[in-house]
């Protein structure tokens, strides 16, 4: 503790020295080519509005940022009477006993709104009235201070408490919306004392947080954790306008560049599907992950990580947004100077995932395998679960099979389920298993062995698990270990696209091939997704059953293997 409050003092002090005497957005927008194919995009975006036909999630910021670039008052006119909309709306609902859009959702929403508010409240202010700006500054400031005092809120003379949800979890995709909503409105109003929280607390909670978090990436997942774009456009606001340099004061933004380098599957479309993938199940790449690199890149003060953020910006299938909402983020530079990955395996210890791949070519083996902490909402029960992939998938979660892309339990996991009088035993958080990693000298065969106890946190049910995989070439050898209770039964699962085949203690899906070593008495059946859930629009679940305490499985394709 004593440590935690040092630390927080130190950085207080340097962003007391490092900050402005007023603030304001001072976003540093140099970057910008207008002579770019990309500039042109997004102008013609924020034209179509200004002609009265905008597109689907068009937003004020884009207003904002045409004006504050071209400095055409069509472009700041636009964005004061979006927010102008934004606040009058509220203040209606206000009046008729209600709350405002800008809390729905435990106030998910109130980062994007107030950017709105603040950008146009300042780049736009030489367009507003006296009016319209006290009117604006009693509903930012009643937002942030609903936020950050929860039980406290209301709304006029209404108490509206709420949750709280995730204002202490600088790990959460919503704290980074809080912490946007308020960072923009305390430049933007050059608030001393949200100022002053955000450096005294917020801010030095991040860096606490992400200081420990080695190999980069989220507990949330890679649908969630995409989110981590908006921390990192924080990072370059507060940079550009205080000068403290939060990206560079822990290696955290420069490891994400490789954990999503290496979350990529080798044909470039598609990325580990780890934790809720509610946008769309199946994990294809989408402007989120374009953006959130293109963050990474610019803000990173490692010439090395920024090269090898070019060389993934240049391969994916997303080559630019492919929403015109989210235009203004190709405006960041892609760069110039590129650097291929130099090795096949990847530890990220603080997302707990282990990455590996047969080579860097399309047609390369991929392996994902997930052991480390578990404590976030849109994680999974999905410790010492694995994910194979060659051209497509082999072996993978059956959530990417659903139309939610909500389904977590650990049914739809490739791991040991345990049952109990004929009930999932579920995983539990929060939990830390724990994984070690063992790379051969050849850079490529790796043996990773975790001890997944923990994710059971002390069910007198498992008393152990241990898993330990072997990836060597184009083969994964799955060998578990475990003690269990007398009344719980174990059944090793994995789940495949296609119907699969089983041919004695073999089985055959599509271009995988697993065969079941031990135990000698496995006793293997099948179930459709679709029969189980309407959920389900695919998949298939292998399960094998028997005696003993271990399982030895083998995964390997009939793929030509050219690496």
């Known amino acids: 503790m004593a440590a935690r409050v040092l ?10 020295v490092a900050a402005p005497l007023l603030a304001a957005v001072r976003l540093d927008l140099g970057y910008v080519d207008t002579h770019s194919a990309e500039y042109r995009r997004f102008q013609r975006f924020v034209d ?16 904002a940022y045409m004006y504050r670039i071209s400095g055409q008052k069509t472009y700041g006119k636009l964005a004061v009477d979006m927010v102008e909309s934004q606040v009058a709306d509220a203040e209606a609902a206000i009046v008729a006993g209600g709350t405002p859009d800008i809390a729905d959702d435990s106030y998910l929403g109130a980062g994007p709104m107030l950017r709105d508010l603040s950008l146009t409240y300042d780049w736009c202010g030489d367009l507003l009235t006296a009016t319209q700006k006290a009117r604006w500054r009693a509903y930012a400031d009643r937002t942030v201070a609903n936020v950050w005092h929860p039980y406290l ?19 959460n995709n919503y704290f980074y919306s809080f912490v946007q909503a308020t960072m923009y409105w305390a430049l933007a109003s050059d608030n001393a004392q949200l100022l002053g929280m955000l450096r005294d607390h917020q801010l030095p909670m991040l860096q606490d947080y992400f200081a420990a978090f080695p190999g980069g990436g989220s507990r949330e997942g890679t649908s969630y954790g995409a989110s981590l ?36 599957v080798p044909t470039f479309d598609q990325f580990a599907p780890i934790g809720d993938q509610p946008r769309v199940s199946m994990p294809v790449l989408y402007d989120y992950e374009r953006w959130l690199m293109l963050e990474a890149h610019h803000a990173t003060h ?29 405006l960041l530079p892609v760069g110039d100077v590129e650097r291929a990955p130099d090795r096949l395996v990847y530890h990220a210890r603080g997302a707990g995932q ?3 791949r047969t080579s860097w070519t399309k047609d390369a083996m991929w392996l994902d395998f997930t052991a480390g902490t578990f404590d976030q909402s849109h994680g ?41 009088g004929g009930k999932i035993i579920p995983q539990r958080a929060p939990s830390t298993s724990s994984m070690t990693v063992n790379l051969a000298a050849n850079g490529r065969d790796v043996r990773a062995s975790a001890d997944l106890t923990p994710a059971y946190r002390g069910n007198p049910a498992v008393r152990s698990w241990r898993r330990d995989i072997d990836f060597a070439g184009h083969v994964l050898t799955v060998h578990d270990t475990f003690a269990l209770a007398a009344d719980t039964q174990a059944v090793f699962q994995v789940n495949v696209p296609e119907q699969p085949r089983i041919d004695g203690r073999t089985v055959v899906a599509g271009h995988l091939r ?46 030509p293997v050219r690496d």
């Not at 179509?48 to 689907?56: L, T």
């Not at 370059?236 to 979350?263: F, K, P």
């Not at 059956?398 to 977590?408: D, E, K, L, V």
């Not at 031990?518 to 189980?532: E, G």
């Open 7 to 16: 630390r927080a003092g130190v950085w207080l002090l340097a962003s007391l």
């Open 153 to 171: 809120a209301h709304w006029g003379v209404r108490p509206s408490p709420w949750t709280g949800w995730a204002t202490d979890d600088p790990g």
């Open 229 to 264: 774009r908006t921390l990192f456009g924080l990072y370059r606001l507060w940079r550009d306008a205080t000068g403290a340099d939060l990206a560079n004061a822990n290696s955290h933004l420069t490891d994400t560049i490789a954990y999503w380098v290496h979350a990529t």
């Open 380 to 420: 999974h029960e999905d410790q010492g679960a694995f994910t194979l992939f060659q051209g497509d998938w082999l072996a993978a979660t059956a959530n990417i099979w659903t139309h939610s892309g909500t389904q977590r339990g650990t049914d739809v996991a490739n791991v040991v389920r345990f049952e109990r």
């Open 302 to 330: 490692d010439a090395s990580a920024a090269a090898l953020a070019s060389w993934w910006l240049n391969r994916i299938s997303i080559q630019r947004m492919s929403s015109g909402f989210n235009s203004r983020h190709d």
């Open 48 to 63: 179509q509005a200004a002609a009265g036909d905008p597109g689907y999630g068009f937003s004020a910021t884009d207003a």
């Open 354 to 356: 282990l990455f590996a």
């Open 514 to 559: 697993m065969t079941v070593q031990a135990p000698l008495d496995a006793r293997i059946r099948t179930l459709s997704w679709r029969a189980v859930d309407d959920d389900y629009g695919g998949g298939w679940r292998i399960e094998v059953r028997g005696g003993g305490d271990q399982f030895v499985v083998k995964f390997d394709t009939d793929l």
